[in-house]
C-alpha cells in the first residue's frame, strides 16, 4: 500500500460519531487524512439533506486495489442495506474487508447503538471490540485505551459484574492475553521493555487476604508465571490508587480487571479525548471513547476522541512497518 488510507464505519447515523467526523472534516479536510465512509450512499444522503449539509459525496468502489479518492469530498463506499440498524451492522463488514483485501490500512469505528443492533440485526453482537476480534478469527484481542502517554487495558469486557471472577480463573487465557498486550506494546506503541502495572480485584488489592483471596489465588500467580516469562509486571496494586502520577510515570501500561475499574479513571483523567484501540488483531481498529450521545448538540461536542483516533491509527500503522523493516 503506497497511502494510507482509513475505512470509517458509519456508526448510528442518528448519534453523534458522524456529525463530529463532518465537523472536523469541514473545518480542515485535511488534518484527517485520506479517509472512506463506509455506508450505503441513499442513507448518507438523505440524512445530509436532513441536517442541512452542502457536502459532495464521491461514490467509490475498488477494482484491482485502484481507488478514485478525491480530496475535496467525501469518499463514500456503497454497499446495499435494509436500513439504518443494518447500515451500522455491515459497516463493520465492509470496513473489515477494505483492510483485509489491503484498500485501506486502518478502521476507525464511530460509535454504534449496541443495543438495537443486538436487537434488530444480531442478536449475539455485544460490542465493536469483539466483532472484530471474531472477523480477524483471534481468540483472545485486547481492549486497550489511549491517551497522551497513558495505556490502559481491561482483561474481562462486556460481561456481568457477577462473572468477572469465573473469568479471572482461567489463568491460561489470562497469561496469553498479556502475553499478546506486551506484543502490542513493544510493536503498536513502539516501546522496548514495556513496563505493566496490574490491579487487584478487592479493595486495597485484598488487603493480605483480609477482603478477598482472589489476589493471591489467581493474580499473583498469573504475576510469577508471566515474570519468568520475562515481562515486566508489578502488582496486584490497589485499584483507588493505580493511576497516582508516580505510577504514570513509571508504568507505560496499567491492567484493570474489569471494565468501569478502568473506564471511570481513564475518562477522568482524559477528559473524553482518549482513544479505544483493539490490540492484538491483525488489523488497525481504533475508536473514540464516548457513545452515541443522541441528545448530544453538536457545539457542545468534544472531537478531540475522534480526531485522536485518526492520530493513532496512523502511528500504529507507521510503527507497524517500521518493525517490519527492522526484522527484514
Sequence with gaps: MSKHIHAVTIGDINGIG?????????????????????????????????NKYKIKINKINYLQNILKIKSNCINIYDFNTKNN???????LIYSHELCKKNICSSIITLPVNKEKISKFVN??????????????????????????????????NHIPFKLIN????????????????????????????????????NPHAGENSLIGKEEKKII?????????????????HSADSLFIKKNINKYNCFICLYHDQALIPFKLISDFKGVNYTGSLDII???????????????DAKKDSLLNSFILAKKIYLNRKRYQIAKT
Excluded: C
Design 285 to 299: 481498529r481504533t475508536s473514540p471513547d464516548h457513545g452515541t450521545a443522541y441528545k448530544l448538540n453538536i457545539k
Design 85 to 91: 440498524y443494518t447500515n451500522s451492522y455491515e459497516s
Design 220 to 236: 499473583i500467580p498469573i504475576i510469577k508465571e508471566l515474570r519468568k516469562r520475562k515481562v515486566l509486571i508489578d502488582g496486584p
Design 166 to 201: 469465573e473469568k479471572l480463573k482461567y489463568k491460561k487465557h489470562i497469561i496469553k492475553k498479556i502475553l499478546l498486550l506486551k506484543n502490542t506494546l513493544k510493536i503498536d506503541f513502539n516501546i522496548k521493555s514495556p513496563k505493566i502495572l496490574i490491579s487487584g480485584l
Design 18 to 50: 458522524i456529525k463530529i467526523l463532518l465537523d472536523i472534516w469541514k473545518k480542515n479536510n485535511k488534518i484527517l487524512g485520506s479517509f472512506i465512509l463506509v455506508t450505503n450512499i441513499q442513507i448518507i444522503n438523505k440524512f445530509l439533506k436532513k
Design 123 to 156: 442478536k449475539k453482537f455485544v460490542g465493536q471490540t469483539e466483532f472484530f476480534q471474531k472477523k480477524d478469527n483471534k481468540d483472545i484481542s485486547n481492549m486497550i485505551f489511549y491517551y497522551k502517554k497513558i495505556i490502559v487495558t481491561t482483561l474481562t
